[in-house]
């Protein structure tokens, strides 16, 4: 994909364009909302100054134009199991600590703040440290109840996570992330999780249907290659939700999911568009040979977008897992 965002090599960090600004700045193509320049790598673009071994990196105006859609589609019904069990814990001195892992631009927590009492202190964890200084800038401030928010950030790998990094955790979440993880890593994710008592929101991912209205023959084949190619390399892509709820049960935690699905319709087309994009061109990365077919139908997918006349739902499901408190009865 083209026009590779530049990281700010003396720590700077632009003015967050607005989503609209996004994507009309690179030539159309957003980086990081579509697939991995090369086979073998993970599912977004590479920046121009990573190295081929560096993971992907995410770009914050494709974080910024989902966050809307992210915040509409997001199961509101797992929140009131999560606030009783919050509420059921030993008051501690600054509130509640919440690990958002994978956090982005900190989408998650702008939305997850607001909607619980009490004081919080969140612990955001990423490797990307351009993201990171996204994600502190615009932290979120207050509570449901007006008590104060606090932040701070953590920069490392969350395939390392130990149940010490989670030590006298309340909460943790992670927002469109499992599915850009390995078996192996979401059994991390999972016994760290267990092992600190804490739960666990892990929102988001991706469930590997999506709706287009209208409908065209092609939709079937270009969805399988997408799937296909999010389980390149070992990543669980749509499989990631149900390897979750294995690996949370096993480890004594009670599960819950919940669907949530973006629902795109005219008012969401500069997201659309970017999303069809990456959609179409990670299919054909994995199968070369629908290249001509799939030109012609990402060209009439998107004069249909910018038309008003193109719907898509992209099926997600939300994960509540209400592991064991540490040192106590469930
Ligand atoms: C699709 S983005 C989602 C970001 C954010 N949670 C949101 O919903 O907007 C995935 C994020 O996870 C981070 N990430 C992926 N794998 C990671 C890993 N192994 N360790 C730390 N961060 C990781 C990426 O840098 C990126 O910020």
């Given at each position: 994909m083209t026009n590779p965002v530049t990281t700010h090599q003396n720590g700077t960090i632009p003015a967050q364009p607005g989503p609209r600004e996004a994507a009309e700045s690179m030539d159309g193509v957003i980086p990081g909302a579509g697939p991995s320049?090369?086979?073998?790598?993970?599912p977004t673009v590479k920046l121009r100054e990573a190295g081929p071994e560096d993971p992907p990196r995410y770009a914050p105006e494709w974080l910024q134009l989902r966050e809307p859609a992210d915040a509409a589609a997001r199961a509101h019904d797992l929140l009131d199991p999560l606030r009783i069990r919050l509420a059921n814990l030993p008051g501690k001195p600054g509130g509640v600590v919440i690990h958002d892992l994978g956090c982005g631009t900190g989408s998650m927590g702008r939305w997850l703040a607001p909607c619980l009492d009490g004081a919080q202190h969140w612990i955001l964890h990423d490797r990307d440290p351009y993201l990171l200084h996204f994600a502190a800038v615009a932290s979120p401030r207050s509570a449901a109840d007006g008590s104060r928010v606090t932040v701070e950030t953590r920069r490392g790998d969350i395939a390392r996570l130990t149940p010490d990094a989670l030590q006298g955790a309340s909460l943790v979440t992670a927002s469109a992330l499992l599915d850009v993880l390995t078996r192996e890593e979401i059994g991390t994710l999972a016994a760290a999780c267990a092992g600190a008592g804490c739960p666990a929101l892990l929102t988001l991912s991706v469930a590997g249907r999506v709706e287009l209205t209208p409908s065209h023959p092609l939709d079937a084949e270009i969805g399988q290659a997408f799937n296909e190619h999010q389980r390149r390399d070992g990543l669980l892509g749509p499989d990631a939700v149900t390897a979750a709820a294995e690996a949370f049960s096993e480890n004594g935690a009670t599960v819950r999911l919940h669907p949530s699905p973006w629902r795109l319709g005219p008012d969401q087309a500069a997201l659309t568009e970017q999303w069809l994009r990456g959609w179409v061109g990670a299919a054909v990365e994995q199968r070369p040979e629908l290249r001509a077919e799939a030109d012609a139908y990402l060209a009439e997918r998107l004069a249909a977008c910018a038309a008003g006349e193109l719907r898509v739902t992209v099926h997600h499901t939300d994960l509540l897992a209400l592991c064991r408190p540490a040192g106590g009865a469930s």
């Open positions: 320049g090369k086979p073998g790598s993970r």
